[in-house]
Nanobody, 115 residues
Framework: QVQLVESGGGLVQAGGSLRLSCAAS????????MGWYRQAPGKEREFVAS????????SYANSVKGRFTISRDNAKNTVYLQMNSLKPEDTAIYYC????????WGQGTQVTVSS
């Protein structure tokens, strides 16, 4: 089992920044891919960003490219999402995701961007 705990969400004005963190605990394995998804009210959960174990490979949704940056610290079993130039359409619950064979999800953290 892997437990994921997100933090860093909140309310911010458009154009502002937030940094999300996700700490993994439990049976965390070398090689796990981690990332973030989000779900806005009335919409399906969508991919935001992912990062390989080494950090050398990252992937982003087109809607966040150039504004969001994903990174990780394997010594702390933590993945981060730096979100800049936030827009009201970024408002959603952001979920941390971990995959190494099995998949695990965090409980989510709310991000609200006011116009």
């Amino acid at each position: 089992q892997v437990q994921l705990v997100e933090s860093g969400g909140g309310l911010v004005q458009a154009g502002g920044s937030l940094r999300l963190s996700c700490a993994a605990s439990g049976r965390t394995f070398s090689g796990a891919v981690m990332g973030w998804y989000r779900q806005a009210p009335g919409k399906e959960r969508e991919f935001v960003a992912s990062i390989s174990w080494s950090g050398s490979s990252t992937s982003y949704a087109n809607s966040v490219k150039g504004r969001f940056t994903i990174s990780r610290d394997n010594a702390k079993n933590t993945v981060y999402l730096q979100m800049n130039s936030l827009k009201p359409e970024d408002t959603a619950i952001y979920y941390c995701w971990w995959r190494y064979g099995s998949e695990y999800w965090g409980q989510g953290t709310q991000v609200t961007v006011s116009s």
